[in-house]
Structures are given as C-alpha cells and as structure tokens.
C-alpha cells in the first residue's frame, strides 16, 4: 500500500512559483501513474497534472499548460508539480494519488496553495 504526503503550499503573490512535493512510501512507486490534483473551496476536485510509470509522457488540464510541469524521480520515490506564473485561480488544495487498477487513489492530505492579486 502506496502512502503519500504532500508539501510544498504557501502563500505567493500572482505571477510568483511554488514546488510542491510528493513523497511515497514503498517500494512500488515506479509501478504507477501519479497524478496531481486540487480542489478550490466549493468546487470539486478535479486533475491538474499526471505523468506515466517512467515520467516520459505527461498530461495537463488546458488552464495550466505552460505554467505548471509535473516531474518524478523515481529513485527518491517522489513526484513533484513546478508551478510559475501563478494566478489567483489556481488557490487550491493540491493533492498527489495513485493511478490503480480501479482509478485515482491513495489521496495524501494536501497541500494549500494561496495566491494573492
């Protein structure tokens, strides 16, 4: 069973860059797609960024395309989401799952990203 924490959020003004973590625990990582998702208050959480076993083919929603790079390093067991050029749409709770057999799973906790005007 494949657990992850989040890291990363903060407070950044528009235009300003964040990274965020995602750590796993296990041995399987590199068995799985991971995904980066968010969820802003009184919306549904919806995917942001994912990325294949090995990290060679990458997918992004339209709204952050060309600001947000979803990376791995399987060797550290981590997966990371480089956001720049922030905008105040995308305060959220940024969270990192598991792509299984049945869908996305194994939510960390999340991570909160505030972004001012």
């Known amino acids: 069973q494949v657990q992850l924490v989040e890291s990363g959020g903060g407070l950044v003004q528009a235009g300003g860059s964040l990274r965020l973590s995602c750590a796993a625990s296990?041995?399987?990582?590199?068995?799985?797609?991971m995904g980066w998702f968010r969820q802003a208050p009184g919306k549904e959480r919806d995917s942001v960024a994912t990325?294949?076993?090995?990290?060679?083919?990458?997918y992004y929603t339209d709204s952050v395309k060309g600001r947000l790079t979803i990376s791995r390093d399987n060797a550290k067991n981590t997966v990371y989401l480089q956001m720049s050029s922030l905008k105040p749409e995308d305060t959220a709770v940024y969270y990192c799952?598991?792509?299984?057999?049945?869908?996305?799973?194994?939510w960390g906790q999340g991570t909160q990203v505030t972004v001012s005007s």
């Open positions: 296990g041995r399987t990582f590199s068995s799985y797609g």
């Open positions: 799952a598991v792509q299984n057999g049945t869908g996305w799973g194994n």
């Open positions: 990325t294949t076993r090995s990290g060679g083919n990458t």
